[in-house]
């Protein structure tokens, strides 16, 4: 069975600081994909990334990055210099290659508050 | 560029009544999933759609159905509905999953409030 684990339920930090958001995975299966969402006050879920099992190498988008390490099960996101607007409620979420189609397992969420 | 479509946005129904979601796939994405977010959860799979047949099945009550159309878009139907189904229903499409370039696009999703 799949799952994804958010530790960080919610986390504040003031603006300009670099926050990282957590996430840790389990699944049984040898290919399969993660991803990040956002979900801003309004509602939406807006896609950050997806990255599969066989590609580790991290990634950089702006002030956004991630860390995918298959030895840890772990899939963190970075966020570099903190604004306002970057708060939000942030998923990780898990896709098994078995599954037919994109049905995708979410982890709790972590709430993030970027205060000015 | 086309998004996801979902109707309606908001919607407020009572104690055992019945309501109709829709979602509009983006254009040429062949595969539809629905998916509940309770309040404070995390999105829930509910059920997915390929080329109008059901593909995967989650946590959805046997109060509710959907379906695919002939033009791609779904509609979940829910019955009997209870306080409990007050929540955020998304949409996403996509083209199937064994295509290397597939990803998953969200609708805004319809807030439904049973009072």
């Known amino acids: 069975a799949q799952k994804v684990t958010q530790a960080q339920t919610e986390i504040s930090v003031v603006e300009k600081e670099d926050v990282t958001l957590d996430c840790v995975y389990e699944?049984?299966?040898?290919?399969?994909?993660l991803f990040w969402y956002k979900q801003p006050p309004s509602g939406e879920l807006v896609f950050l990334i997806r990255?599969?099992?066989?590609?580790?190498q991290n990634e950089i988008s702006g002030r956004y990055s991630w860390n995918f390490q298959k030895s840890t099960s772990s899939f963190n996101f970075t966020i570099t210099a903190s604004q306002v607007v970057d708060s939000a409620v942030y998923f990780c979420?898990?896709?098994?290659?078995?599954?037919?189609?994109?049905?995708?397992?979410f982890g709790g969420g972590t709430r993030l508050m970027v205060k000015p | 560029a086309a998004g996801v479509i979902q109707s309606p946005r908001h919607l407020i129904k009572e104690k055992r009544e019945t309501a109709t979601l829709k979602c509009y796939p983006i254009?040429?994405?062949?595969?539809v999933y629905w998916y509940q977010q309770g309040p404070g959860q995390d999105p829930q799979f509910l059920i997915s759609?390929?080329?109008?047949?059901?593909?995967d099945k989650g946590s959805i009550p046997d109060r509710f159905s959907a379906q695919q159309f002939s033009d791609y878009h779904s509609e979940l139907n829910m019955s009997s509905l209870e306080l409990g189904d007050s929540a955020l229903y998304f949409c996403?499409?996509?083209?199937?999953?064994?295509?290397?370039?597939?990803?998953?696009?969200f609708g805004q999703g319809t807030r439904l409030t049973v009072v």
């Open positions: 996403a499409s996509s083209l199937y999953w064994d295509r290397s370039d597939t990803e998953a696009f």
């Open positions: 699944t049984r299966d040898t290919t399969y994909y």
């Open positions: 990255r599969n099992s066989f590609d580790e």
């Open positions: 979420a898990l896709s098994e290659a078995n599954n037919a189609g994109n049905m995708l397992t």
């Open positions: 254009p040429r994405h062949d595969t």
């Open positions: 759609f390929y080329e109008k047949m059901q593909s």
